[in-house]
């Protein structure tokens, strides 16, 4: 078998097992400790991080957010009211599923404001 069929093969079976352990376990953290610059462009995350540098809330994700989109990877949409987290500064998100860190993303820092909601999408890519 060439490698592009075990690849086309392996992926549906990677991403069910993938969307049945992350129902129901998942979470979005939200923190004010994202790296950036000065210019507040967002750098890299740290090797080897897996906590956000600075956690202030943490939050279930609907199982109707998480999603297999049309090229077989996986979106999760990590949401915020808009009583959520008002006043605070936003400048890294996470997902976590059963306690351990998944996905981490660092941005601009971002006041939250009570007139709006939040929200963060990653994709999964298998």
Same mark, same amino acid.
């Given at each position: 078998?060439?490698?592009?069929?075990?690849?086309?093969?392996?992926?549906?079976?990677?991403?069910?097992?993938? +969307?049945?352990?992350?129902?129901?376990?998942?979470?979005?953290?939200?923190?004010?400790?994202?790296?950036?610059?000065?210019?507040?462009?967002? +750098?890299?995350?740290?090797?080897?991080?897996?906590?956000?540098?600075?956690?202030?809330?943490?939050?279930?994700?609907? $199982?109707?957010?998480?999603?297999?989109?049309?090229?077989?990877?996986?979106?999760?949409?990590?949401?915020?009211?808009?009583?959520?987290?008002?006043?605070?500064?936003?400048?890294?998100?996470?997902?976590?599923?059963?306690?351990?860190?998944?996905? $981490?993303?660092?941005?601009?820092?971002?006041?939250?404001?009570?007139?709006?909601?939040?929200?963060?999408? $990653?994709?999964? $890519?298998?």
């Amino acid at each position: 078998m060439s490698k592009v069929s075990s690849t086309v093969l392996l992926k549906p079976l990677l991403v069910s097992l993938f +969307l049945a352990e992350i129902d129901g376990n998942t979470t979005g953290v939200y923190g004010d400790g994202g790296r950036h610059d000065v210019d507040n462009n967002p +750098l890299p995350i740290a090797d080897g991080q897996v906590a956000l540098n600075n956690q202030l809330f943490e939050k279930a994700i609907a $199982i109707e957010d998480m999603v297999e989109d049309d090229d077989g990877n996986v979106r999760i949409t990590a949401r915020l009211a808009q009583d959520e987290m008002v006043g605070d500064t936003i400048s890294e998100v996470g997902i976590k599923v059963s306690g351990s860190i998944i996905a $981490i993303r660092n941005s601009a820092p971002k006041l939250k404001q009570d007139d709006e909601e939040f929200e963060n999408m $990653i994709t999964f $890519i298998f």
